[in-house]
């Protein structure tokens, strides 16, 4: 494959990804660039999958025990919370009625909630928030963001 030909696929690709939303714009581009060379009749190499640890067997109906006895038995369609999800749940419980800082966030969310994030990991959930207009920040004297709800 030509210089010439390469750009303009990845080009067709930049394009198609672009009419997905931001999340899945990364693995949209990968996928169109995948499409766009089988058309082409090259062979695509895939990653590997992360998860390499074997699936395990289904127990049998008959075998589970009950979840409405067992308080304690692991619901199978309980995720846990992300980031995301957890900011989701502080901005409809009244918590961003005043105006918090992304320390106070991590460390409510961690001694009320349970739930421990890295600051890394809450910084782009509250950027995804405040551009869709959920939250609003203000920046503070000493610099630092201080959010509240929109």
Known sequence: MKND????????????????????????????????????????????RKDKSPSKPKASSAVQKDDKTDPFAKDSKRRSVGPTT??????????FNSPKRIANIQSHLKHKKGLSFPVTHLSTPLVRLLRNRIIDRTQAEDGQYEYKKA
């Open 5 to 48: 030909e390469l750009k303009a696929l990845l080009k067709k690709a930049a394009e198609i990804s672009k009419a997905v939303d931001d999340s899945l714009r990364e693995a949209a581009f990968h996928r169109a660039v995948d499409v766009l060379l089988g058309n082409q009749g090259m062979a695509v190499p895939h990653a590997p």
């Open 86 to 95: 957890a900011l989701k749940e502080l901005i409809s419980e009244g918590y």
